[in-house]
């Protein structure tokens, strides 16, 4: 073989190997990466105050149970609706993720973490408050969905 097969064989090698690399992250992802995805959502439209693509995170019939009261509010449109309310009472919020732990038991994925959400009306102090969610997501309508999630307030001692 010549010199300039060796380098054209290289060369196509190379092209494939990147567009193979390219490919991965699709060829690879399973329900981690797709629950890891669906959080960042998640975060990304509570910073944003964004309502509509926050409540799009949950199925058609999915629930949530709020840290602020008792009941479960379930369906889409009534999640829309309770965090459009909480979005516009509380202008200055932010949402913080630690501790996350995800077990996939086939195509569901359970979800547990503890927060740090930050949140005023402008008008008033800061509030901060801890807390802990658990939820379950799987396939549904074609994409990852949260089917129920459920927080709670973490309990906060006074040295």
């Not at 509570?46 to 999915?62: I, M, P, Q, R, V």
């Not at 709020?66 to 609706?81: E, L, Y």
């Not at 959400?117 to 969610?133: E, L, M, Q, S």
């Not at 129920?148 to 001692?157: D, E």
Request: net charge positive.
């Amino acid at each position: 073989m010549n010199k300039t097969k060796i380098k054209r064989g290289f060369a196509c090698l190379m092209v494939i190997a990147f567009f193979m690399l390219l490919s991965t992250q699709i060829v690879w992802s399973g329900p981690i990466e797709e629950a890891v995805q669906l959080a960042q959502d998640y975060v990304k439209a509570f910073h944003e105050g964004n309502a509509e693509a926050l409540s799009a995170t949950f199925a058609k019939d999915g629930a949530y149970i709020p840290w602020s009261g008792p009941f479960p509010i379930v369906g889409r449109d009534a999640i829309r609706a309770a965090m459009a309310g909480w979005f516009k009472a509380n202008p200055i919020r932010f949402l913080m993720l630690r501790d996350e732990s995800r077990k996939v038991y086939g195509d569901t994925v359970i979800y547990y973490c503890n927060w740090t959400c930050i949140y005023g009306d402008g008008k008033n102090p800061i509030k901060t408050v801890y807390g802990r969610t658990s939820s379950a997501n799987a396939v549904v309508e074609g994409k990852r969905l949260i089917l129920i999630q459920a927080t709670s307030l973490l309990p906060i001692t006074v040295p």
